[in-house]
């Protein structure tokens, strides 16, 4: 059971954004970057499955040379091999994302001489969020697809993805080979072993350049939304607030 | 005559929230006569079809397919490409919900068409293509483009507009649309269960209690469940509360766990970092109880309490439950 799982290099934003003076990009001079949620928990996902049943994960990503970090993350914590396609633009739509990682897949399954029984994503990156990557990724692969799982099996031949909606339970049976996007909350990530960050210290990464499509959408700008920012009326201090919190719920008509 | 094609979903009570509001977005979008069309999942009950005449829709497509039973989203995706495959077609658009976005991306997909997700504001220009504004980073950042391409597939941002009705003149003509679909496409559909529930859930609580770092642990949280019961509310959590494993993470409020809309969010020990902001921004009131007067929180609650939870809490539990007692005494 050979798995891919495909992970984005985003920056470790905290409690506000900052962006540069061209109003195009995200300051991350004071950041640390990272993997989207949703995808290092594809990541655990992906090295269960082949823990289960026999296997490597690959991991692969598109983005600046310094995603290697992230790909080296992914090592220390299972995967087997990683891979880079390294591109200049800080950022790629999702319909030339899309491209370059179907064409990659289909390079290294011809050089494996075998596919992969799974590609995995994120459900959607947490900066873009374009929610379209990997969908785009299984139809040019012709493979069955299922987004937003919270929980997968995986027995011969099938993938059974659970998730919820409204309220509901959604189950999917995927044949194999298939494309499965993940939510955070499928597994709780574990953290890397000190054998697991000598191997991704020593890992090679593999790279391939990929070709990019114009796009017809173009960003012009990023804004911070303004209307947020309040100023809380402080009520107290400590318990001596309760008398205050207690009569602001009651004007608020939550205690009867 | 252009038209602007919408995938509505449907629930108990007819045309939910998300989707009206879809078609609110999807009459805004030119200032050329337009005519909208919806496509639904299931047959609408009579009250359905009175409800998406009231918001403009005078075309209404239903999927119909003996082999589908379930949500399936490419056999939805291929009605939308029956319906969106004339020159006339201006847009196709649904609701940013899990199943909109995955509906729109596998039309964008098959059709090598572009998909702009989670769009607050879209406008023709006069040129051609569009002038959009969308969500990055969950709605904590506005990205500001342009789209230059015919037909283009937009899903609409829960919070982009109000439902605001604009009746149509004359009931809408009603039809069944029978996709092709392939075996492959056939077998990609939903089965679903409703596996019974307890409590009140997060997504739709009135009131929702969450607890972050500062509550200390998952002893912790005894106090902030005692409280959710007593306001009638939900217990909401931070990310970092489920990376610990202290809470589930079914009870997780932000980007990647619950978008809440309470009327009353009150935030216990959450310093309030962007991605926990993005699931509960659309709260009517917010209370923040945090012993760092300048946490992040601090600038989007409405009032706040300085102070530590472990003491705040528990006087204040204890403050509800004299007074609830009081009031039975009467």
């Known amino acids: ?78 995967a087997a091999s990683a891979v880079l396609l390294p591109t200049e633009e800080e950022g790629l739509g999702p319909i030339a994302t899309a491209r370059a990682i179907t064409s990659a897949v289909t390079r290294l399954e011809r050089e494996r001489s075998r596919v992969f029984d799974l590609v995995m994503f994120g459900n959607e990156a947490a900066d873009t969020g374009d929610y379209q990557v990997g969908i785009r990724v299984a139809h040019a692969l012709g493979r069955a697809v299922a987004t937003g799982v919270k929980q997968l099996e995986v027995t011969a031949g099938e993938a059974v993805a659970r998730r919820e909606y409204r309220g509901a339970e959604e189950l999917f049976r995927l044949p194999l080979p298939a494309v499965v996007t993940v939510k955070e909350g499928i597994n709780l ?30 960003m012009r700008t990023l804004r911070v939304p303004t209307s947020e920012r309040r100023s809380a009326e402080v009520l107290g201090h400590g318990k001596e607030a309760v008398p205050a919190l207690v009569s602001l719920l009651e004007k608020m008509g939550v205690v009867s | 005559m252009t038209k602007v094609v919408c995938y509505v979903e449907l629930d108990a009570d007819g045309v939910v929230d998300a989707s009206a509001r879809a078609l609110t977005f999807a009459r805004g979008i030119t200032t050329r006569p337009t005519t909208l069309a919806a496509l639904l999942p299931s047959p609408p009950t009579a009250e359905a079809l009175g409800q998406l005449q009231s918001f403009g829709v005078s075309d209404v497509a239903v999927l119909e397919h003996d082999g589908i039973s379930g949500y399936s989203p490419t056999a939805l995706s291929r009605c939308l490409d029956a319906m969106s495959g004339e020159e006339d077609t201006l847009a196709v658009v649904a609701a940013a919900t899990d199943h909109g976005n995955e509906v729109l991306a596998h039309l964008a997909a098959t059709t090598g068409r572009d998909f702009v997700a989670v769009c607050t504001a879209a406008r023709e220009e006069d040129g051609g293509g569009f002038s959009l504004t969308r969500h990055r980073w969950g709605g904590s950042l506005l990205e500001d483009s342009v789209l230059r391409a015919p037909r283009a597939i937009f899903s609409v941002s829960t919070d982009a507009v109000p439902p605001v009705p604009a009746p149509a003149a004359t009931a809408p003509t009603t039809r069944t649309i029978r996709p092709e679909l392939s075996a492959q496409e056939l077998a990609l559909q939903a089965a679903e269960s409703r596996p019974e529930s307890s409590g009140v859930a997060l997504a739709s609580a009135k009131v929702v209690v969450s607890g972050g770092r500062g509550v200390g642990g998952p002893e912790g949280f005894a106090v902030i469940e005692e409280l959710a019961a007593l306001l009638g509310g939900a217990v909401g959590v931070s990310r970092v509360v489920t990376s610990l494993g202290w809470r589930p993470h079914r009870e997780q409020v932000g980007q990647t766990g619950t978008k809440v809309t309470p009327d009353l969010y009150l935030a216990c020990g959450i310093s309030g970092a962007i991605q926990h902001l993005a699931g509960c921004q659309s709260a009517k009131q917010m209370v923040a ?37 009081r009031g039975r005494g009467e």
Not at chain 2, 293 to 315: H, N, Q
Request: glycine share 6%.
């Open chain 1, 189 to 218: 990530p574990r953290y890397p072993s000190l054998p697991g960050r000598m191997r991704a210290k020593k890992a090679t990464i593999v790279t391939f350049v990929p070709e990019t499509p114009d796009e017809a959408v173009e």
């Open chain 2, 289 to 325: 109880i945090n012993t760092d007067p300048d946490a992040p929180i601090m600038a989007r609650a409405d009032y706040a309490v300085i102070g530590d939870v472990s003491e705040v809490l528990p006087a204040l539990v204890a403050a509800l439950g004299e007074r609830r007692s």
């Open chain 1, 1 to 78: 059971m050979d798995v891919l799982v495909c992970v984005k290099r985003v920056p470790m934003v905290g409690g506000r954004i900052a962006l540069q003076p061209d109003q195009r990009h995200i300051d991350t001079t004071l950041l640390g970057f990272t993997v989207s949620p949703h995808e290092e928990c594809a990541v655990e996902e992906a090295v269960q499955v082949t823990e289960a049943h026999g296997g490597e994960v690959t991991v692969l990503t598109l983005g600046p040379p310094e995603a290697a970090e992230q790909l080296r993350a992914a090592v220390s914590v299972g």
